[in-house]
């Protein structure tokens, strides 16, 4: 009889209506969970890589890049090369509207430029090259360069934050230093202003105004911009396990960043799919303090390099799976700057006893190096761990550091010496795009005081850097490009530790992603 | 009792004035820079200069402090470092989610936990009281967050009755609001049950040996009396102090219940918050937090007067 009531018991129970509901095969509404909160909405400001993947949903540029990191029009209809390349007049498509209504002008694109160019390093280079930019009319504005610019159209289409996005101008007239207070684009889809609450959820509706380029594939963030779904719903949940779970519930449809172990346990769910985000793969990096004793010293930061055994890094990243990483010099495997130059010094036999014997032979008496790095932050998380071990089989005086990201960010500003609170030797991860190029590369400078944190006074990168910008084609980009990595790997500004791959996982009705990062145009429910 | 309340308020300013300027120095104290976290890896130093100037973070303490304060005098909690809105905005879209969770949880806890408590100690010694103690020993051993992710592996993942995360809010529906809230709510109950159970038991076992309860025996009071009415009733001071400190853990608990169902609340504000170095929104949630933990405990001194009329203020 107990048996009997407990059997009945639970065919009610399992016949009670189900409340957690997935989405059905014709939902219009995408659900997303993204790899942070969207704290700041300017793209400008801030070079988050959740408000960059925000921003390509809210506003479009003059010129995408492919794929092939080949420039196309997007919101230029074309342009006129002048005067030997010393003016450039672009002229807008017609018909092209910002989310208030109001259209597009050239005057918007210049204030927008203008406002860009004061916060990226190829924006940066732009403007010192630049004598006027200016506005003809509603639809063409006018470059006038001091001297010919080979690397124009690639700016213009740079997909490195920030990037060149175009606002009305009201609102791209704010210093670049302060944060807009209105999102207003001309791209996909619109933000829904009332809907946000930062650290929870952001909505977008389709722009149905929006009108995608005619001709092309879509690539990267060039190519005609199809949005498939009528609304998408970024859901911010911090948990990796709570995500995971929505995701296989069908609570979500998108979960941008499982980490590696939630990886596993997705690919256990024949209706989720975990696959690379990008073709292209994320380089890491560990950085020295070219300031202080005694990476100060070029012959000490060679000796570590016999140590760093680049798959040990990686592994530690994205586990064992060797087609998940690659090794590395300073330029991303797979871009066309890639190169093997002096590539010897990371890919030969690793020794740890013959760096023990470069750092005597470079004077190393027992000064003390502080490892500084974060606790909650993946990559860098993963490696400076790794870095932790290499350090200390290398029998050196280690002060060790973990705190969390906010804290190393500030810690790795400080230009003090270790006895002061300095630090010696840190470990960070990049977007693939960014280490494609001597442009976006910012820890390759070696401008001193004026270089990324570590501050490299190498001058003979700053001459190479600037040689690539006046390079003709890229065949001599290519050339220049190699002298850049056999100068890196001499005078070692910082020691590539790999390139790993950036998986993502969704549901298996979900077609049409656009590989790089998170896009949502083409996307759609099969 | 008016004049105690009057005085009583009043002693909260001194409080909360302590709390502002522990809270403000700690911070000010604290590694982390929000300028370089919103800068970014291409910033130059004089970039993330720029920045912390314009945020005004370049500015003097006793300057930073007395604008903050001046601000919280006239209502102002100040702006979000990064999302650049307003505090008490901020606070606002976040305080719903919070507030359903930990009254679903202090009314779920004191249904169960004090029948429980007051139950073990009438059956002391038997099946039904170590079976209460034992509960009540998990209770406190097992993390709220394993709670959470085992609730929500068999009752969403598996049976699929619940959702796994999110929270809807009571604007929308009853249902849709409790069907989020159930799981984070048992939850975060489990450890809130556990301590009330206990001290119920405890002060049940202390109570039921008193005279007056022979004497309610003698006179023939029936069992349902003599626990509940006779009992219970004196026991309560205690068990109410408990609530009220619990509220604290209900706090805590929360950050780490929001997480992991999701639930978009001031637990999970601060732990944002906390993680960017967002400054005026740590200083604003904590003086909150700090301002209901005040309150609770007056309202719980308050209370002790319902329960023990010798008690006069």
């Given amino acids: 009889?107990?048996?009997?009531?407990?059997?009945?018991?639970?065919?009610?129970?399992?016949?009670?209506?189900?409340?957690?509901?997935?989405?059905?095969?014709?939902?219009r509404v995408l659900k997303f969970v993204p790899q942070a909160n969207l704290t700041s909405l300017d793209p400008i400001w801030t070079t988050a890589n959740v408000t960059r993947n925000h921003a390509w949903l809210v506003y479009d540029v003059l010129y995408g890049m492919d794929a092939g990191f080949r420039p196309q029009p997007q919101m230029a209809a074309g342009h006129a090369v002048e005067e030997e390349g010393r003016s450039v007049t672009i002229t807008l498509r017609e018909g092209l509207r910002f989310h208030d209504g109001e259209p597009v002008r050239a005057a918007d694109c210049v204030a927008s430029l203008q406002r860009w160019m004061k916060r990226n390093s190829m924006g940066q280079k732009l403007e010192a090259a630049l004598e006027d930019l200016s506005a003809l009319d509603d639809r063409r504005l006018r470059f006038r360069?001091?001297?010919?610019?080979?690397?124009?159209?690639?700016?213009?289409?740079?997909?490195?934050?920030?990037?060149?996005?175009?606002?009305?101008?009201?609102?791209?007239?704010?210093?670049?230093?302060?944060?807009?207070?209105?999102?207003?684009?001309?791209?996909?889809?619109?933000?829904?202003?009332?809907?946000?609450?930062?650290?929870?959820?952001?909505?977008?509706?389709?722009?149905?105004?929006?009108?995608?380029?005619?001709?092309?594939?879509?690539?990267?963030?060039?190519?005609?911009?199809?949005?498939?779904?009528?609304?998408?719903?970024?859901?911010?949940?911090?948990?990796?396990?709570?995500?995971?779970?929505?995701?296989?519930?069908?609570?979500?449809?998108?979960?941008?960043?499982?980490?590696?172990?939630?990886?596993?346990?997705?690919?256990?769910?024949?209706?989720?799919?975990?696959?690379?985000?990008?073709?292209?793969?994320?380089?890491a990096i560990l950085r020295f303090n070219h300031l202080h004793p005694p990476f100060n010293d070029r012959r000490m930061r060679q000796a570590l390099l016999p140590a760093v055994d680049q798959a040990d890094y990686m592994t530690a990243i994205v586990g064992p799976d060797p087609a998940l990483y690659s090794p590395m010099g300073v330029f991303t495997p797979g871009t066309p700057l890639a190169n093997d130059a002096g590539m010897e010094a990371l890919a030969g036999?690793?020794?740890?006893?013959?760096?023990?014997?470069?750092?005597?032979?470079?004077?190393?008496?027992?000064?003390?190096?502080?490892?500084?790095?974060?606790?909650?932050?993946?990559?860098?998380?993963?490696?400076?761990?790794?870095?932790?071990?290499?350090?200390?089989?290398?029998?050196?005086?280690?002060?060790?550091?973990?705190?969390?990201?906010?804290?190393?960010?500030?810690?790795?500003a400080s230009r003090e010496p270790v006895e002061k609170g300095g630090w010696s030797v840190f470990l960070t991860a990049f977007a693939s795009f960014e280490f494609a190029d001597p442009a976006g590369n910012f820890p390759l400078r070696g401008n001193g005081a004026g270089a990324w944190f570590g501050w490299p006074g190498i001058p003979r990168l700053e001459e190479l850097r600037d040689a690539w910008f006046d390079a003709p084609d890229l065949d001599a980009q290519k050339r220049i490009a190699r002298e850049i990595q056999l100068t890196a790997l001499e005078e070692v500004p910082y020691i590539p530790v790999g390139s790993y791959t950036s998986m993502t996982a969704l549901r298996r009705n979900l077609v049409g992603r656009v590989p790089g990062f998170a896009l949502f145009w083409n996307l759609r429910r099969s | 009792m008016f004049a105690y309340v009057i005085r009583r308020v009043l002693a909260t300013i001194p409080v909360m004035a302590l709390v502002a300027l522990f809270v403000f120095s700690l911070l000010?104290?604290?590694?982390?820079?929000?300028?370089?976290?919103?800068?970014?890896?291409?910033?130059?130093?004089?970039?993330?200069?720029?920045?912390?100037?314009?945020?005004?973070?370049?500015?003097p303490y006793l300057v930073r402090f007395g604008s903050w304060v001046w601000g919280i005098l006239n209502g102002d909690m100040g702006v979000s470092i990064f999302t650049n809105l307003p505090v008490t905005t901020m606070i606002a879209q976040r305080i719903e989610p919070t507030l359903s969770l930990m009254i679903l949880t202090l009314i779920l806890a004191v249904t169960i936990a004090v029948p429980m408590g007051v139950v073990a100690a009438w059956k002391q010694g038997t099946l039904?009281?170590?079976?209460?103690?034992?509960?009540?020993?998990?209770?406190?051993?097992?993390?709220?967050?394993?709670?959470?992710?085992?609730?929500?592996?068999?009752?969403?993942?598996?049976?699929?009755?619940?959702?796994?995360?999110?929270?809807?809010?009571?604007?929308?529906?009853?249902?849709?609001?409790?069907?989020?809230?159930?799981?984070?709510?048992?939850?975060?109950?489990?450890?809130?049950?556990?301590?009330?159970?206990?001290?119920?038991?405890?002060t049940m076992l202390e109570v039921l040996q008193q005279d007056y309860i022979r004497t309610a025996r003698a006179k023939g009071a029936g069992q349902g009396s003599i626990l509940f009415l006779h009992a219970l009733k004196n026991a309560a001071v205690p068990i109410v102090t408990v609530i009220g400190i619990g509220i604290a853990l209900l706090i805590g608990g929360a950050v780490v219940t929001e997480s992991v169902f999701a639930i978009p609340g001031l637990g999970r504000l601060t732990v944002?918050?906390?993680?960017?170095?967002?400054?005026?929104?740590?200083?604003?949630?904590?003086?909150?937090?700090?301002?209901?933990?005040?309150?609770?405990?007056?309202?719980?001194?308050?209370?002790?007067?319902?329960?023990?009329?010798?008690?006069?203020?």
């Fill in chain 2, 272 to 313: 944002d918050a906390i993680l960017r170095r967002d400054y005026p929104v740590i200083q604003g949630v904590v003086l909150l937090f700090s301002f209901v933990y005040v309150l609770v405990n007056l309202i719980i001194d308050l209370a002790y007067t319902l329960f023990d009329p010798r008690i006069r203020y």
């Fill in chain 1, 349 to 412: 036999p690793r020794s740890i006893d013959r760096a023990k014997a470069l750092l005597k032979e470079a004077g190393y008496t027992d000064q003390l190096i502080r490892l500084i790095g974060p606790t909650d932050i993946l990559a860098p998380a993963a490696m400076t761990q790794v870095a932790g071990d290499m350090f200390r089989r290398l029998g050196v005086n280690l002060d060790f550091v973990l705190t969390d990201w906010g804290s190393v960010i500030q810690r790795r």
């Fill in chain 1, 145 to 283: 360069l001091k001297r010919p610019f080979p690397m124009f159209f690639a700016a213009l289409a740079n997909p490195s934050n920030p990037a060149p996005f175009i606002m009305p101008e009201r609102i791209a007239r704010t210093d670049p230093f302060q944060q807009i207070r209105d999102t207003v684009g001309s791209g996909p889809y619109r933000f829904l202003p009332r809907e946000y609450n930062s650290g929870s959820f952001v909505a977008y509706e389709r722009n149905p105004d929006y009108r995608p380029v005619a001709a092309g594939e879509p690539s990267l963030t060039a190519g005609p911009k199809q949005a498939h779904f009528d609304r998408i719903e970024w859901h911010i949940i911090v948990d990796p396990a709570t995500a995971a779970a929505a995701l296989q519930a069908g609570e979500i449809d998108w979960y941008e960043q499982p980490p590696p172990e939630i990886q596993q346990l997705l690919r256990r769910n024949r209706q989720v799919a975990v696959e690379p985000i990008d073709r292209l793969q994320n380089p």
């Fill in chain 2, 128 to 202: 039904i009281d170590r079976a209460v103690m034992g509960f009540a020993v998990l209770g406190f051993s097992v993390p709220v967050f394993v709670v959470g992710y085992l609730l929500a592996y068999v009752f969403a993942l598996e049976l699929d009755w619940l959702p796994v995360q999110g929270y809807t809010a009571l604007s929308k529906g009853f249902l849709p609001w409790l069907e989020n809230l159930v799981l984070p709510a048992v939850a975060l109950g489990g450890v809130y049950i556990a301590l009330i159970a206990r001290i119920t038991r405890a």
């Fill in chain 2, 28 to 59: 000010y104290l604290a590694p982390g820079d929000p300028a370089a976290v919103i800068a970014g890896d291409q910033a130059t130093p004089q970039d993330v200069e720029r920045i912390r100037a314009s945020l005004g973070l370049d500015r």
């Fill in chain 1, 1 to 27: 009889m107990l048996r009997r009531s407990f059997l009945a018991g639970a065919a009610v129970g399992a016949a009670l209506p189900r409340f957690a509901i997935g989405q059905p095969a014709g939902s």
